[in-house]
């Protein structure tokens, strides 16, 4: 294609939005059986606003966090976001991207789980999500880079198409500590479909591309709420602030585009807009 594939926006923010996620480990896990129809609609919204790739609503359906809240049959959790995204998609062009968060939460520094139980979560997620149907892996939030090799040996080992993004801070570290620019190294060295930029601000995307080398594939979708705002439904960017930074980074050829927290349709829908031409900058 000669644009970038446009990435959907959130999912778990508009469903906690509507008052439909847990405050405890499941979160958005469990609207996949209690309200189908809603996440089914979400999707359905993403793709009419132009999106290429839909994120299964599997953020929190993994092994250790179900666990958490004593599920043990995680699997139902994913089979049924993946049944949803499959009924949303119909027979439309469009690919689902299998979503595959941290074990723990995204914005967590200290690891308090074993390597053994890191290892295990992620293998059986990764393969829950391919068996039911998804087109690839998107490892997403990613900030601890011994979760980034266990993914990346994983989906190696068993040539499982994936996507890794990357979740870091203001001096360009992963929040295990590690410059973003080696582990931006060692995923090239990968068979990595694309290294993303997620749940950032655009400041720190812009930092990110004036100081480090871009990798040859490359996406991102920006954190849509301020940080002091992070637990709140009040979206902090405007659709059109949005936008100027899609504009302003466009140059450097992502491959892919969507927005995170706090997103909606209407990003997606100017995000494609601006792509097909429509929109003048």
Partial sequence: MKRPLVLDGAMGSLLEKMGLTETDFAWSAKANVKYPD?????????????????????????????GQVGIKNFERYVKKAISIACE???NLPVLIAGSNAPA???YQVKRTISKKQLELNHCYHIDSLIEYGCHFILNETLGHFDEIKIISKHCEKYDIPFVMSLYFDENLCLLSGEK???????????????I?????????????????????????????FSTSEKQTEVCSISVAEYLVTVQEVIHFNPSFIGACCGSNPEFIKAIKGFLDGRIKH
């Avoid at 609609?41 to 179900?66: M, Q, V, W």
């Fill in 38 to 66: 809603k996440v089914l609609k979400i999707h359905k919204s993403y793709i009419e606003a132009g999106a290429d790739i839909i994120t299964t609503n599997t953020f929190r359906t993994n092994p250790y966090s179900l």
């Fill in 88 to 90: 949303a998609k119909e």
């Fill in 196 to 224: 993303g930029f997620n749940c950032i601000s655009d400041k720190i995307l812009i930092k990110l591309i004036n100081q480090l080398s871009l990798p040859p594939n490359w996406g991102f979708y920006l954190n849509c």
């Fill in 104 to 106: 723990e939460d995204c």
């Fill in 180 to 194: 973003l620019s080696d582990v931006i190294n060692f995923l090239n060295d990968t068979n990595v479909l694309s």
